[in-house]
């Protein structure tokens, strides 16, 4: 990683966003959050060419959840997996089926959900409870096995209250995990 970051500090010497971006991803790595969000913030300013938005929102989305902004995540993430740009389109790329993003946003959503605690919130809470649901449960779309999708809508039912479902979904994350 050491070399990497020498690479990517040459890169964006030369004024190219691929430098910052990819320091980033070597700060996100060594858990150096506060200068990965920098690189980030630098990787944003380009224009020409500009930094593609979805390269940007992911690791922006994951810094931002790691440092607990998870309002500022949450829309990140949201743009990776719902914004279609015309580059996007030309390009044939769709992120929706990103369940990597997808279980990220929904662990946001959770997240937020738990902050939520007071009963002038409960009806906001399960909303955002409903919508990570939603989010795990598209995931298994996609990856019917995927086990953090099961164990986290095990969580999630458990908290909405529906406990047949919260089982169902402990069941199949101990039959899909690995020993």
Known sequence: LRQAE?????????????????????YFTEGRIDEAAEALQRAAKYTDPPAPPWT??????????????LDEAEQNFRKVLEEKTPEMIKRK????????VRNQLGLVLFDLARQRRSESERIERESLLRDAVKQFEATLKTDSENIAAHYNLHLLYADLGDEEKAAEHLRLHGRYKAD
């Open 56 to 69: 940007l929102a992911w690791p922006s989305g994951k810094g931002n959840q790691q440092q607990g902004r």
């Open 6 to 26: 020498e690479a990517f500090k040459q890169v964006e010497a030369l004024e190219q966003y691929h430098g910052p971006l990819n320091l980033a991803r070597v």
């Open 93 to 100: 790329f769709d992120f929706s089926l990103d369940y990597e």
